[in-house]
């Protein structure tokens, strides 16, 4: 009997390295909005775990870019920071379509039971790709900004107890 990915075990081993990725990336972002000053946050920060509802996710995704970026050009833009256009905004974006795009082989399959070709699978998967390098690039980002955010946050609390003593 031929054995592949799912049935290897190996499927559980990818399935719980992708949910421990996807908590991580949720607490990136959470932490993110929730470092934020709260008149700066356009997103609040437990509105990041509603990501985790199947389906909900694929629309939801927009609102957190959205929501993410803008708060992050708020909180800069109230601390001096110079700023022309939405941090992070089009990595998130493209990331939010990718996968969006990523279900439509699902939606084919499952009800109307379609046989997929294969040079159409091999487009999805190809968009797949393309959305975990997506994923990780909008990562990155927001934890940059996050981390410019906090060491802001850091300075600024360290001045104010100087100023005590």
Known sequence: M???LLTSG??????FAALVMTILFYLTLYTTLNIIKTENRKLHP??????????????????VVSGVSVSIKNELQSRNYDLIKR??????????ILAALGI???LLKIPFNLQIPETWMMFFSLLGLLQIFSLID???????????IRNENNLFNNEEEDTKL
């Open 104 to 106: 439509i082989p699902l």
């Open 87 to 96: 941090p992070a905004f089009v990595s998130g974006i493209v990331y939010a």
């Open 138 to 148: 909008y990562w990155r980002k927001v934890n940059w900004y996050m981390k410019i």
């Open 46 to 63: 437990l509105t990041v775990w509603l990501l985790f509802i199947p389906g909900f996710n694929l629309v939801w995704n927009f609102f």
């Open 2 to 4: 031929q054995e592949n």
């Open 10 to 15: 190996w499927g559980a081993v990818v399935a």
